[in-house]
């Protein structure tokens, strides 16, 4: 069984950076691809950014230039760096993997960024 946990979540400030960290157990072959989402009360979760099978990077205009998605495979690890935050950075954000045809969602992690 494949399972996600993230970490690193908390309260930052406006204009601050965090780092969120996803750690993936099971059995995986690689750490790609992998993504990270986002949740906040009202609205649906959106994709933040994601690392693709063959490493390529995407995100989500509101976050680029300001988050990096980035995996190291040995250490069975994604990261979220997150810099430049905003207060509608705020949101529980999950961390999803890809394994063997199925997807799997970590709990989340709430970030709240304050003005």
């Known amino acids: 069984q494949v399972q996600l946990v993230e970490s690193g979540g908390g309260l930052g400030q406006s204009g601050g950076s965090l780092r969120l960290s996803c750690v993936v157990s099971g059995s995986t072959f690689s750490i790609n691809p992998m993504g990270w989402y986002r949740q906040s009360p009202g609205k649906q979760r959106e994709l933040v950014a994601q690392i693709t099978s063959s490493g390529n990077t995407n995100y989500a205009d509101s976050v680029k230039g300001r988050f990096t998605i980035s995996g190291d495979n040995a250490k069975n690890t994604v990261y979220l760096q997150m810099n430049s935050l905003k207060p509608e950075d705020t949101a529980v954000y999950y961390c999803?993997?890809?394994?063997?045809?199925?997807?799997?969602w970590g709990q989340g992690t709430q970030v709240t960024v304050s003005s």
């Open positions: 999803k993997k890809i394994a063997g045809g199925r997807l799997y």
